[in-house]
């Protein structure tokens, strides 16, 4: 079993940037199954989205909204996986939740989230 941590959830200003951060712990050994590694998101009152994901080596997914101000990235180990939040606008408050998939095998870990509030 793989245990996933997010940090770097905070209440920022908009126009700020936060750096949230997501650590595997327990069985990382499976981690090499792993195929996509990602984040998403809820806001108050809607569904979980696709905020920016890693799929195989390195092909980046970003949702439309989110291009251009975030950045997902793998850490030199491959249990790290990181967003990079530049321009928040108060449409990305929300809870950021981490993802680590692999389809091969149906392994679907995730973390509990992180609150990120972006003020007016």
């Known amino acids: 079993q793989v245990a996933l941590e997010e940090s770097g959830g905070d209440l920022v200003q908009a126009g700020g940037s936060l750096r949230l951060s997501c650590a595997a712990s327990g069985n990382t050994f499976s981690i090499i199954d792993i195929n996509r590694m990602g984040w998403y998101r809820q806001a108050p009152g809607k569904q979980r989205e696709l905020v920016a994901q890693i799929i195989g080596e390195d092909t980046r997914n970003y949702a439309d909204s989110v291009k251009g101000r975030f950045t997902v990235s793998r850490g030199n180990a491959e249990s790290w996986i990181y967003l990079q939040m530049n321009s928040l606008g108060p449409e990305d408050t929300a809870v950021y939740y981490c993802?680590?998939?692999?389809?091969?095998?149906?392994?679907?870990?995730w973390g509990t989230g992180t609150l990120v509030i972006v003020s007016s």
């Open positions: 993802n680590m998939a692999g389809d091969a095998l149906g392994l679907d870990y």
